[in-house]
């Protein structure tokens, strides 16, 4: 397993209260306000105090893979990093926000600490070299397509680029058309490449291509799948939350409540105590 020290070499800023405590990457899905997004970054942040867990806040600032013409895509690029960049400050924390190409990559290098590859771009060379080379951490999703093996693909172009700052993160396999399934062993394979998995508890938890062209999920299986990776070993969990999913303009179907965020991270610090004692 890769331990706490690696990941800090990974992150900036990043913070340790307890030496054993796993990474939390969580926020909003996007940017839907200034007021939204501070309301959950500061939530998520006292909790992250209360569990002496090291916390990146996650946000996008544009939403470029939406299943319908009229979902919404963001408040404006620029207006959304300039908040992201505030609540880092702000905070005192990493801030990471998807890119989806090259020219994306080189902004929004200007005002967040990672760059996340989607889960669709794992493979793109240009997007993976072009976020090696601005030097800022680089957090790549494994496709819904691939297996946990073929992910030293996407690590190598990171880091033959110069850019040894690499997390890995594990969202699920595609099962049949409108299902995902989470295969366990997967994180000790991807952590054998020298990096820290992560795994994503909310969107390995969607049912994508749904016939109303708004994307499923199952948030109730939430904490099933995070006490299930954290038993695996998972070095870090991402999870998207909000104060009211049924009305989040993203992705709202797979979020967590964020008043269950607390209750969550309880069980989930325990849990991850005893795990590290085998």
Known sequence: MVKNSGAQAVLPSVRYGEENGFILIAGPCVVESREMTFEIAEAIYALSEKYRLPFVFKASYRK???????????????????????IGEHLSIPVITDVHSAEEARMAAQYVDVLQIPAFLCRQTDLLVACARTGKSVSIKKGQFLSP????????????????KVLITERGTTFGYQDLVVDFRGIPEMQKFGVPVIFDATHSLQ???????????????IETMARAAIAAGTDGLFLETHPEPSRAKSDGANMLKLDLLDDLLSKLTRLREVVIEF
């Open 64 to 86: 470029a893979n939406r299943s319908r013409l009229d979902s919404f895509t963001g408040i404006g690029d620029e207006k959304a990093l300039l908040i992201l960049k505030e």
């Open 149 to 164: 093996g073929a992910m030293r693909f996407a690590v190598d172009k990171v880091m033959e680029s110069g850019n040894n």
């Open 207 to 221: 049912q994508p291509n749904q016939s109303s062209g708004v994307t499923g999920g199952a948030p109730e299986l």
